[in-house]
Structure formats: C-alpha cells, structure tokens
C-alpha cells in the first residue's frame, strides 16, 4: 500500500525547474533515501512531502489524502497530523525542557499530556533527562529529542532532513541506530542527507539530479 505517491510533479521557480516530472510511489513502513548533490532538488522533494510548499503542476497524495491544490491551512492540518519533522537544525525552544519541548507539538495537535511525552522520550532513551533544558544536553541528545516530539503524535510518515548532519561519529551511531528500531517497528522513513554511508542504510535510494529522478537503487531489505 502506497503512503506517497507522486504523478509528473514539477515544481517551477521562474526559469528554474527545481523538479521535473517526478513519478514515484513510497510503500507504507519502507526507509527511502533522498539524495543528490546541492540543488539537485532535495529540499524542494522535502517540502513536497512534507506539505510545506506546492507542486506547480502534477500531483501529490500523502496517506490518502490529495494534497496538491490544498490551501495553506488545510497543508498545515496534513502536516501536524501525518507527518512527523525531524530536522538537521534542532529547532528545540531553548527555555523549555525536553519533556515540554515534545509536549509542544502535542499542543499543535490536541492536548498535551506529560506522561505520553515522557512515554515518547523513553522510546529514544531520554527519559531520565526529561527536564534538562536543550543547553544541557549533548548534540546527540538534543536530536533525540527532535525525534521523539516527530513520534509525539504517531504519525504516518517520520520525514528526516539531514538528520546526522550536526552530529559527530558516536552520536550519528546512537541516532541512526534509533531510526533502524523505528523502521522495524513498522515506520515509514524519508530521510534526506548527502551522507552515502547513511543512504545505503535505507531500502531504496532517490537520486536526484538538476529536478529529476535519475535513479532508484534497491537495497536487501
């Protein structure tokens, strides 16, 4: 069963195709790399999916859901309830604790409930720093807090830009090692990132090129 799918998306700035007739079709619980070198598209892909921006033409389906002529709230709603971000930049509020940092995105969608928050900080191994503020958290850690507020609201697709890019070589393991359990409990993972060591780690690789689709590369599941 398909969670995204994509007909002849074309997404035009100016004179500037940033992407060009892509097709495609993400499977429900499959990890895809997104990859290619600088302004290949991938960050035009990312706010496709993610519902942050509009194809200039085509068509694009998230979970069911036709998204392509949405307008900006009715985007937002499908954002907050489908998708959870995960971002190389942590975007953490600096003077709320962890624990109220993964609440936060509990306020956007319904009630925040702290015992469900520390529930998802455990789930990445961080329960016992739940009201440490971002400052007093390592790297690594702080990223793990940006995934477990991603996994707050349980949604269907975990989107992940750059997600080891701030990190160094023992905190990249400990993340990356989070994301392999989350695929095998069943999550659907788009993770973009210009590391090959981290692309080869998915089912399948995006390669983008100058806005189009070049190649799909299989991976042994």
Known sequence: MSIVQMKEVCKHYGNVKALDQISLDIKKGEWVSVM???????????????????????????????????????????????????????????????????????????IPD???????????????????LPSQLSGGEQQRVC????????PAI??????TGNLDGTNEKIVIELFKELHKQGHTIIMVTHSPAVGKLAQRQLQLVHGKLSQLTLQAV
């Not at 995934?147 to 349980?154: E, T």
Request: aromatic share 8%.
């Open 36 to 110: 290619g070198p600088s302004g290949s598209g991938k960050s035009t892909f990312l706010n496709m999916v993610g519902c942050m921006d509009q194809p200039t033409s085509g068509s694009i389906w998230i979970d069911g859901t036709e998204i392509s002529r949405l307008t900006a709230r009715e985007l937002t709603e499908v954002r907050r309830d489908k998708i959870g971000l995960v971002f190389q930049q942590f975007h953490l509020i600096p003077y709320l604790t962890a624990v109220e940092n993964v609440m936060l995105a509990q306020y956007y969608h319904s």
């Open 158 to 163: 975990i989107l992940a830009d750059e997600p």
């Open 147 to 154: 995934i477990a507020r991603a996994l707050i609201n349980y």
């Open 114 to 132: 702290e015992k469900e928050a520390l529930e998802s900080l455990e789930r990445v191994g961080l329960k016992e720093r739940a009201y440490h």
